[in-house]
Protein backbone atom coordinates (compact mmCIF):
# COMPACT_ATOMS: atom_id res chain seq x y z
CA UNK A 1 0.00 0.00 0.00
CA UNK A 2 1.49 2.94 -0.93
CA UNK A 3 1.68 5.88 1.11
CA UNK A 4 -0.45 8.19 1.08
CA UNK A 5 -2.86 5.86 0.23
CA UNK A 6 -2.09 4.50 3.78
CA UNK A 7 -2.34 8.00 4.74
CA UNK A 8 -6.15 7.81 3.75
CA UNK A 9 -7.08 4.61 5.04
CA UNK A 10 -5.68 6.04 8.80
CA UNK A 11 -7.66 9.29 7.96
CA UNK A 12 -11.03 7.70 7.35
CA UNK A 13 -10.57 4.97 10.15
CA UNK A 14 -9.52 8.31 13.02
CA UNK A 15 -13.26 9.71 11.45
CA UNK A 16 -14.98 6.97 12.22
CA UNK A 17 -14.14 6.05 15.30
CA UNK A 18 -14.02 9.54 16.35
CA UNK A 19 -17.58 9.72 15.22
CA UNK A 20 -18.47 6.67 16.94
CA UNK A 21 -17.17 7.91 20.32
CA UNK A 22 -19.33 11.44 20.02
CA UNK A 23 -22.03 9.32 18.76
CA UNK A 24 -21.78 7.62 22.20
CA UNK A 25 -21.98 10.91 23.99
CA UNK A 26 -24.50 12.62 21.86
CA UNK A 27 -27.70 14.36 23.29
CA UNK A 28 -30.16 13.26 19.96
CA UNK A 29 -32.09 16.60 20.44
CA UNK A 30 -31.22 19.80 19.33
CA UNK A 31 -31.34 22.56 22.21
CA UNK A 32 -29.53 25.44 20.50
CA UNK A 33 -32.04 28.35 18.56
CA UNK A 34 -29.27 28.62 15.47
CA UNK A 35 -29.78 24.84 15.78
CA UNK A 36 -33.61 24.55 15.71
CA UNK A 37 -33.64 27.67 12.98
CA UNK A 38 -31.52 25.66 10.41
CA UNK A 39 -33.18 22.15 11.55
CA UNK A 40 -36.74 24.41 10.69
CA UNK A 41 -35.20 25.01 7.08
CA UNK A 42 -34.88 21.24 6.54
CA UNK A 43 -38.08 20.17 7.84
CA UNK A 44 -39.90 22.90 5.61
CA UNK A 45 -38.02 21.80 2.08
CA UNK A 46 -38.81 18.21 3.32
CA UNK A 47 -42.51 19.06 4.16
CA UNK A 48 -43.48 22.05 1.80
CA UNK A 49 -41.43 22.72 -0.49
CA UNK A 50 -39.85 26.03 0.90
CA UNK A 51 -37.39 27.97 3.07
CA UNK A 52 -39.62 29.49 5.13
CA UNK A 53 -39.29 28.39 8.91
CA UNK A 54 -41.49 29.28 12.28
CA UNK A 55 -41.54 33.30 13.09
CA UNK A 56 -40.05 32.60 16.10
CA UNK A 57 -36.67 30.48 14.50
CA UNK A 58 -36.26 33.58 11.56
CA UNK A 59 -36.71 37.20 10.52
CA UNK A 60 -38.98 38.53 8.11
CA UNK A 61 -38.56 37.65 4.76
CA UNK A 62 -39.95 40.03 1.88
CA UNK A 63 -43.11 37.97 1.39
CA UNK A 64 -43.97 38.83 4.83
CA UNK A 65 -42.82 34.71 5.61
CA UNK A 66 -39.83 34.05 8.28
CA UNK A 67 -36.82 32.88 7.12
CA UNK A 68 -33.57 31.64 8.79
CA UNK A 69 -30.77 33.62 8.91
CA UNK A 70 -28.18 31.14 9.00
CA UNK A 71 -26.10 29.78 6.00
CA UNK A 72 -27.70 26.68 4.01
CA UNK A 73 -25.30 24.31 4.10
CA UNK A 74 -26.02 22.57 7.26
CA UNK A 75 -29.82 22.86 6.84
CA UNK A 76 -29.23 20.86 2.81
CA UNK A 77 -27.60 18.33 5.14
CA UNK A 78 -30.37 17.79 7.61
CA UNK A 79 -32.18 17.36 5.06
CA UNK A 80 -31.17 13.88 4.62
CA UNK A 81 -32.07 12.78 8.43
CA UNK A 82 -34.77 14.60 8.12
CA UNK A 83 -36.45 12.22 5.49
CA UNK A 84 -35.47 9.60 6.61
CA UNK A 85 -37.40 10.22 9.98
CA UNK A 86 -40.20 10.29 8.03
CA UNK A 87 -40.78 6.46 7.67
CA UNK A 88 -39.03 5.79 11.66
CA UNK A 89 -42.00 8.04 13.14
CA UNK A 90 -44.51 5.81 11.10
CA UNK A 91 -43.69 2.83 13.50
CA UNK A 92 -42.51 4.96 16.76
CA UNK A 93 -44.17 8.38 15.99
CA UNK A 94 -43.16 11.74 17.90
CA UNK A 95 -41.63 12.81 14.32
CA UNK A 96 -40.14 15.87 15.46
CA UNK A 97 -38.10 14.18 18.16
CA UNK A 98 -37.22 10.99 15.67
CA UNK A 99 -36.18 14.21 12.94
CA UNK A 100 -34.17 16.25 15.64
CA UNK A 101 -32.51 12.99 16.60
CA UNK A 102 -31.16 11.91 13.04
CA UNK A 103 -30.09 16.02 12.53
CA UNK A 104 -28.37 16.05 15.95
CA UNK A 105 -26.41 12.84 14.60
CA UNK A 106 -24.81 14.94 11.64
CA UNK A 107 -22.23 16.50 14.19
CA UNK A 108 -20.60 13.72 15.49
CA UNK A 109 -20.24 12.92 11.90
CA UNK A 110 -18.74 16.18 11.48
CA UNK A 111 -16.12 16.38 14.10
CA UNK A 112 -15.09 12.78 13.16
CA UNK A 113 -13.84 14.22 9.52
CA UNK A 114 -12.45 17.14 10.83
CA UNK A 115 -10.42 14.51 12.87
CA UNK A 116 -9.42 13.12 9.97
CA UNK A 117 -9.23 16.22 7.70
CA UNK A 118 -6.59 17.58 10.36
CA UNK A 119 -4.73 14.13 10.03
CA UNK A 120 -4.07 14.68 6.32
CA UNK A 121 -3.23 18.38 6.83
CA UNK A 122 -0.32 17.04 9.81
CA UNK A 123 1.02 14.69 7.06
CA UNK A 124 0.91 17.35 4.50
CA UNK A 125 3.13 19.32 6.71
CA UNK A 126 5.34 16.53 7.41
CA UNK A 127 4.63 15.09 10.73
CA UNK A 128 4.78 11.16 11.76
CA UNK A 129 1.47 9.43 11.55
CA UNK A 130 1.29 9.10 15.25
CA UNK A 131 2.08 12.89 15.79
CA UNK A 132 -0.65 13.72 13.21
CA UNK A 133 -3.23 11.48 14.39
CA UNK A 134 -2.64 13.21 18.45
CA UNK A 135 -3.27 16.39 17.03
CA UNK A 136 -6.07 15.67 15.34
CA UNK A 137 -7.73 13.64 18.03
CA UNK A 138 -6.97 15.85 20.61
CA UNK A 139 -8.28 19.16 18.67
CA UNK A 140 -11.34 17.74 18.34
CA UNK A 141 -11.83 15.89 21.65
CA UNK A 142 -9.12 18.00 23.81
CA UNK A 143 -10.29 21.16 23.11
CA UNK A 144 -13.39 23.19 24.07
CA UNK A 145 -14.87 21.65 20.19
CA UNK A 146 -15.48 18.60 22.21
CA UNK A 147 -19.28 19.70 23.20
CA UNK A 148 -19.47 20.98 19.73
CA UNK A 149 -19.20 17.63 18.01
CA UNK A 150 -22.65 17.21 20.14
CA UNK A 151 -24.52 21.23 19.39
CA UNK A 152 -25.96 22.14 16.00
CA UNK A 153 -23.82 24.67 15.20
CA UNK A 154 -22.35 25.85 11.96
CA UNK A 155 -18.62 26.66 13.41
CA UNK A 156 -17.46 22.82 13.53
CA UNK A 157 -18.49 22.50 9.85
CA UNK A 158 -16.79 25.65 8.56
CA UNK A 159 -13.55 24.30 10.10
CA UNK A 160 -13.47 21.28 8.09
CA UNK A 161 -13.77 23.17 5.35
CA UNK A 162 -10.81 25.66 5.87
CA UNK A 163 -8.57 22.67 6.90
CA UNK A 164 -9.41 21.10 4.28
CA UNK A 165 -8.89 23.70 2.16
CA UNK A 166 -5.72 24.28 3.48
CA UNK A 167 -3.86 20.62 3.05
CA UNK A 168 -5.39 21.16 -0.74
CA UNK A 169 -3.67 24.27 -1.42
CA UNK A 170 -0.67 23.02 0.09
CA UNK A 171 -0.85 20.12 -1.94
CA UNK A 172 -1.26 22.37 -4.81
CA UNK A 173 -5.34 21.56 -5.52
CA UNK A 174 -6.37 24.81 -6.42
CA UNK A 175 -9.67 24.08 -7.74
CA UNK A 176 -9.95 21.62 -4.94
CA UNK A 177 -8.89 24.41 -2.72
CA UNK A 178 -11.03 26.76 -3.89
CA UNK A 179 -14.06 23.88 -3.35
CA UNK A 180 -13.64 23.32 0.08
CA UNK A 181 -13.72 27.47 0.80
CA UNK A 182 -16.67 27.84 -1.26
CA UNK A 183 -18.77 24.82 1.14
CA UNK A 184 -16.78 27.16 4.08
CA UNK A 185 -19.14 30.19 2.47
CA UNK A 186 -22.65 27.99 2.14
CA UNK A 187 -21.81 27.14 5.37
CA UNK A 188 -21.19 30.62 6.75
CA UNK A 189 -21.06 33.48 4.54
CA UNK A 190 -18.77 35.53 5.90
CA UNK A 191 -16.09 32.55 5.02
CA UNK A 192 -15.96 34.47 1.76
CA UNK A 193 -13.44 36.74 3.88
CA UNK A 194 -10.78 34.04 3.69
CA UNK A 195 -10.34 34.37 -0.27
CA UNK A 196 -8.15 37.09 -0.69
CA UNK A 197 -5.75 34.62 2.17
CA UNK A 198 -6.13 31.88 0.21
CA UNK A 199 -5.05 34.10 -3.50
CA UNK A 200 -2.28 35.00 -1.35
CA UNK A 201 -0.97 31.95 -0.68
CA UNK A 202 -1.31 30.52 -3.91
CA UNK A 203 0.66 33.07 -5.60
CA UNK A 204 3.20 32.70 -2.70
CA UNK A 205 3.84 29.36 -3.33
CA UNK A 206 4.07 30.03 -6.92
CA UNK A 207 1.38 29.47 -8.56
CA UNK A 208 0.87 32.63 -9.70
CA UNK A 209 -2.82 33.76 -11.54
CA UNK A 210 -3.32 30.35 -12.75
CA UNK A 211 -3.57 28.80 -9.46
CA UNK A 212 -5.66 31.36 -8.46
CA UNK A 213 -8.12 31.07 -11.31
CA UNK A 214 -8.32 27.30 -10.54
CA UNK A 215 -10.32 28.05 -7.44
CA UNK A 216 -12.91 30.97 -9.00
CA UNK A 217 -15.40 28.05 -10.47
CA UNK A 218 -16.34 26.58 -7.18
CA UNK A 219 -16.36 29.93 -5.66
CA UNK A 220 -18.59 31.33 -8.29
CA UNK A 221 -20.61 28.86 -7.74
CA UNK A 222 -20.93 29.65 -3.77
CA UNK A 223 -22.13 33.33 -4.78
CA UNK A 224 -24.44 32.37 -7.08
CA UNK A 225 -25.90 30.08 -4.14
CA UNK A 226 -25.95 32.63 -1.73
CA UNK A 227 -27.27 35.52 -3.82
CA UNK A 228 -30.01 33.50 -4.81
CA UNK A 229 -30.35 32.42 -1.26
CA UNK A 230 -30.76 36.10 -0.32
CA UNK A 231 -32.98 36.74 -3.21
CA UNK A 232 -35.44 34.18 -2.15
CA UNK A 233 -35.61 35.43 1.36
CA UNK A 234 -35.25 38.80 1.17
CA UNK A 235 -35.51 39.96 -2.16
CA UNK A 236 -32.14 41.64 -2.07
CA UNK A 237 -28.97 39.65 -2.81
CA UNK A 238 -27.04 41.35 -0.11
CA UNK A 239 -29.25 41.00 2.58
CA UNK A 240 -28.61 38.16 4.85
CA UNK A 241 -30.87 38.41 8.10
CA UNK A 242 -28.49 40.23 10.58
CA UNK A 243 -30.80 43.15 11.10
CA UNK A 244 -30.78 45.37 13.60
CA UNK A 245 -31.27 46.09 16.39
CA UNK A 246 -31.13 42.68 17.27
CA UNK A 247 -27.59 42.16 15.39
CA UNK A 248 -26.16 45.01 14.83
CA UNK A 249 -22.83 43.95 13.15
CA UNK A 250 -19.42 44.43 13.78
CA UNK A 251 -19.97 46.96 16.78
CA UNK A 252 -17.42 45.93 19.33
CA UNK A 253 -14.14 47.48 19.42
CA UNK A 254 -11.22 44.98 18.37
CA UNK A 255 -9.99 45.64 22.19
CA UNK A 256 -13.00 44.93 23.85
CA UNK A 257 -13.48 41.78 22.44
CA UNK A 258 -9.91 40.51 21.62
CA UNK A 259 -9.74 40.67 25.94
CA UNK A 260 -12.59 38.82 26.61
CA UNK A 261 -11.53 36.37 23.30
CA UNK A 262 -8.45 35.55 25.52
CA UNK A 263 -8.94 36.77 29.39
CA UNK A 264 -12.00 36.01 30.36
CA UNK A 265 -12.94 32.95 32.55
CA UNK A 266 -15.72 32.24 30.30
CA UNK A 267 -14.30 32.43 26.40
CA UNK A 268 -10.22 32.58 27.11
CA UNK A 269 -9.41 30.28 24.07
CA UNK A 270 -6.15 29.71 26.00
CA UNK A 271 -8.05 27.89 28.98
CA UNK A 272 -10.81 26.19 26.79
CA UNK A 273 -7.75 24.70 24.20
CA UNK A 274 -4.69 24.69 26.71
CA UNK A 275 -2.32 22.97 23.92
CA UNK A 276 -3.00 26.52 21.86
CA UNK A 277 0.15 27.53 24.13
CA UNK A 278 2.65 25.83 22.17
CA UNK A 279 1.27 26.88 18.84
CA UNK A 280 4.70 29.85 18.83
CA UNK A 281 7.40 27.37 19.28
CA UNK A 282 5.89 25.37 16.72
CA UNK A 283 5.24 28.13 13.84
CA UNK A 284 8.66 29.18 14.85
CA UNK A 285 10.08 25.60 14.01
CA UNK A 286 8.09 25.11 10.71
CA UNK A 287 8.88 28.65 9.63
CA UNK A 288 12.78 27.92 10.12
CA UNK A 289 12.19 24.86 7.13
CA UNK A 290 12.48 26.90 4.10
CA UNK A 291 9.98 29.34 1.75
CA UNK A 292 7.88 27.04 0.99
CA UNK A 293 7.11 26.40 5.12
CA UNK A 294 7.08 30.17 5.96
CA UNK A 295 4.04 30.76 3.01
CA UNK A 296 2.12 27.62 4.57
CA UNK A 297 2.97 29.15 8.58
CA UNK A 298 1.91 32.61 7.52
CA UNK A 299 -1.36 31.06 5.25
CA UNK A 300 -2.31 29.37 9.24
CA UNK A 301 -1.70 32.33 11.15
CA UNK A 302 -3.39 35.04 8.97
CA UNK A 303 -6.37 32.60 8.90
CA UNK A 304 -6.32 32.31 12.62
CA UNK A 305 -5.76 36.01 13.05
CA UNK A 306 -8.86 36.48 10.49
CA UNK A 307 -11.37 34.53 12.24
CA UNK A 308 -9.86 35.72 15.78
CA UNK A 309 -10.88 39.34 14.71
CA UNK A 310 -14.09 38.58 13.01
CA UNK A 311 -14.76 37.00 15.92
CA UNK A 312 -13.60 39.88 18.54
CA UNK A 313 -15.37 42.57 16.40
CA UNK A 314 -18.73 40.79 16.35
CA UNK A 315 -21.28 42.75 18.77
CA UNK A 316 -21.75 39.38 20.56
CA UNK A 317 -18.29 38.37 20.69
CA UNK A 318 -18.70 35.54 23.22
CA UNK A 319 -20.85 34.13 20.94
CA UNK A 320 -23.86 34.08 22.91
CA UNK A 321 -24.72 31.63 25.62
CA UNK A 322 -22.21 29.00 24.63
CA UNK A 323 -19.43 26.84 26.07
CA UNK A 324 -15.81 28.38 25.68
CA UNK A 325 -15.16 30.99 22.84
CA UNK A 326 -17.48 29.32 19.81
CA UNK A 327 -16.91 31.94 17.51
CA UNK A 328 -12.80 30.88 17.23
CA UNK A 329 -13.39 27.77 16.35
CA UNK A 330 -12.65 26.84 12.67
CA UNK A 331 -9.05 29.71 13.66
CA UNK A 332 -8.51 27.24 16.86
CA UNK A 333 -8.77 24.21 14.52
CA UNK A 334 -6.53 25.38 11.62
CA UNK A 335 -4.14 26.46 13.82
CA UNK A 336 -3.25 23.71 16.11
CA UNK A 337 -2.58 21.67 13.30
CA UNK A 338 0.92 23.55 13.31
CA UNK A 339 1.08 21.17 16.17
CA UNK A 340 1.80 17.85 14.63
CA UNK A 341 5.16 18.25 12.70
CA UNK A 342 6.93 19.96 15.92
CA UNK A 343 6.12 17.03 17.83
CA UNK A 344 6.80 14.64 15.55
CA UNK A 345 10.29 14.08 16.31
CA UNK A 346 10.58 14.57 19.74
CA UNK A 347 8.31 11.80 22.17
CA UNK A 348 9.06 14.64 25.19
CA UNK A 349 6.71 17.37 22.89
CA UNK A 350 4.56 14.48 22.12
CA UNK A 351 4.14 13.90 26.25
CA UNK A 352 3.94 17.70 26.88
CA UNK A 353 1.09 18.15 23.72
CA UNK A 354 -0.88 14.92 25.06
CA UNK A 355 -1.12 16.10 28.47
CA UNK A 356 -2.59 19.38 27.62
CA UNK A 357 -5.08 17.99 25.39
CA UNK A 358 -6.33 15.72 28.50
CA UNK A 359 -6.58 18.92 30.00
CA UNK A 360 -8.50 20.34 27.28
CA UNK A 361 -10.51 17.25 27.44
CA UNK A 362 -11.16 17.13 31.28
CA UNK A 363 -12.26 21.11 31.30
CA UNK A 364 -14.80 20.70 28.64
CA UNK A 365 -16.58 17.31 29.36
CA UNK A 366 -18.74 18.42 32.00
CA UNK A 367 -20.40 20.36 29.11
CA UNK A 368 -21.09 17.28 27.30
CA UNK A 369 -22.75 15.74 30.40
CA UNK A 370 -24.42 18.93 31.65
CA UNK A 371 -26.19 21.39 29.18
CA UNK A 372 -24.65 24.60 28.68
CA UNK A 373 -28.04 26.20 28.97
CA UNK A 374 -27.88 24.53 32.68
CA UNK A 375 -26.07 27.69 34.27
CA UNK A 376 -28.51 29.97 32.48
CA UNK A 377 -30.83 28.82 35.27
CA UNK A 378 -30.56 31.68 37.79
CA UNK A 379 -27.21 32.70 35.86
CA UNK A 380 -25.24 36.35 36.53
CA UNK A 381 -26.23 38.53 33.75
CA UNK A 382 -22.71 40.13 33.86
CA UNK A 383 -21.37 36.72 32.90
CA UNK A 384 -20.04 35.99 29.28
CA UNK A 385 -21.20 32.32 29.36
CA UNK A 386 -21.02 29.43 31.63
CA UNK A 387 -17.99 28.32 33.98
CA UNK A 388 -15.82 25.57 34.14
CA UNK A 389 -15.76 25.05 37.56
CA UNK A 390 -19.73 25.83 38.10
CA UNK A 391 -20.43 22.69 35.02
CA UNK A 392 -18.74 20.17 37.42
CA UNK A 393 -20.96 21.55 39.78
CA UNK A 394 -24.00 20.96 38.12
CA UNK A 395 -23.54 17.75 37.72
CA UNK A 396 -24.55 15.32 40.93
CA UNK A 397 -28.11 17.87 40.97
CA UNK A 398 -28.69 17.04 36.63
CA UNK A 399 -28.01 13.14 38.02
CA UNK A 400 -30.21 13.30 40.28
CA UNK A 401 -33.13 14.70 37.83
CA UNK A 402 -32.32 12.21 35.86
CA UNK A 403 -32.80 9.18 37.98
CA UNK A 404 -35.88 10.82 39.17
CA UNK A 405 -37.23 11.61 36.31
CA UNK A 406 -37.71 7.81 35.09
CA UNK A 407 -41.36 6.63 35.73
CA UNK A 408 -42.73 10.56 35.83
CA UNK A 409 -44.61 11.20 32.92
CA UNK A 410 -43.99 14.95 33.72
CA UNK A 411 -40.84 14.94 33.06
CA UNK A 412 -40.74 14.13 29.52
CA UNK A 413 -41.72 17.41 28.50
CA UNK A 414 -39.55 19.02 31.51
CA UNK A 415 -36.81 21.54 31.18
CA UNK A 416 -33.95 19.99 29.50
CA UNK A 417 -31.46 22.19 31.17
CA UNK A 418 -32.34 20.32 34.66
CA UNK A 419 -31.23 17.01 32.99
CA UNK A 420 -27.95 15.06 31.81
CA UNK A 421 -27.52 16.10 28.22
CA UNK A 422 -26.26 12.24 27.02
CA UNK A 423 -29.05 10.43 25.20
CA UNK A 424 -29.00 7.80 27.28
CA UNK A 425 -30.25 10.01 30.15
CA UNK A 426 -32.96 11.40 27.82
CA UNK A 427 -33.80 7.78 26.16
CA UNK A 428 -34.22 6.49 30.20
CA UNK A 429 -36.58 10.09 30.64
CA UNK A 430 -38.34 9.74 27.74
CA UNK A 431 -39.81 5.64 27.79
CA UNK A 432 -38.63 4.46 31.49
CA UNK A 433 -37.60 0.87 31.58
CA UNK A 434 -37.66 0.09 27.62
CA UNK A 435 -35.27 3.13 27.54
CA UNK A 436 -32.99 2.13 29.83
CA UNK A 437 -32.56 -1.39 28.08
CA UNK A 438 -32.25 0.88 24.24
CA UNK A 439 -29.56 2.79 26.11
CA UNK A 440 -27.57 0.17 27.25
CA UNK A 441 -27.76 -1.93 24.08
CA UNK A 442 -26.99 1.53 22.14
CA UNK A 443 -24.30 2.33 24.11
CA UNK A 444 -22.13 -0.83 24.31
CA UNK A 445 -22.85 -1.33 20.44
CA UNK A 446 -21.34 2.12 19.82
CA UNK A 447 -18.91 1.07 22.48
CA UNK A 448 -17.60 -2.11 20.45
CA UNK A 449 -17.60 -0.52 17.27
CA UNK A 450 -15.38 2.26 18.01
CA UNK A 451 -12.76 -0.16 19.56
CA UNK A 452 -12.91 -2.22 16.30
CA UNK A 453 -12.66 0.50 14.50
CA UNK A 454 -10.13 2.20 16.33
CA UNK A 455 -7.65 -0.87 17.07
CA UNK A 456 -6.03 -1.28 14.13
CA UNK A 457 -4.78 2.45 14.53
CA UNK A 458 -2.14 1.37 17.07
CA UNK A 459 -0.12 -0.82 14.63
CA UNK A 460 -1.42 1.63 11.22
CA UNK A 461 0.45 4.51 12.80
CA UNK A 462 3.64 3.11 13.60
CA UNK A 463 4.30 3.33 10.22
CA UNK A 464 6.04 6.25 8.02
Known amino acids: MSEARGDRSVAIRLAVAVSLFLLLLGQAQITVVDGSSMLAVAQSIVHHGTLAVPDQLGVLGHDGRSYSKYGILLSLL ?19 KVEAALAASLMPLIAGALAGALFLLGRR ?31 PLVALWLVVMVERA ?35 RGGGLGGVARTLPPLAVAAIVTVAHNVVRFADPLEFGYREPLDPGFTTPLLEGAAGLLLSPEKSVVLFAPAIVLVVPAAVALWRRGNEARATVGFVLALFVAVFVLAATWWSWMGGWSW ?17 PWIGSSAARLRIVAALFAAGFVISFSAVLAPAGAQMIGHDPDRDGPRIVRQYALLPDLTSNSINAVGDPAAREGDYRRYLAVWQAGAVRQFGVAGALAALIGSLVLLWAAIVVARPLRRELKGA
Open 78 to 96: SVVPVAIAQPIALVTGHLD
Open 125 to 155: LGAPRAAAALVATGTVLGTYLLPYGRDFFTE
Open 170 to 204: VAGREAQAGAALALAVLARPQSAAFAPLLFLFLVA
Open 324 to 340: GPRLVIPGVAVLLALLA
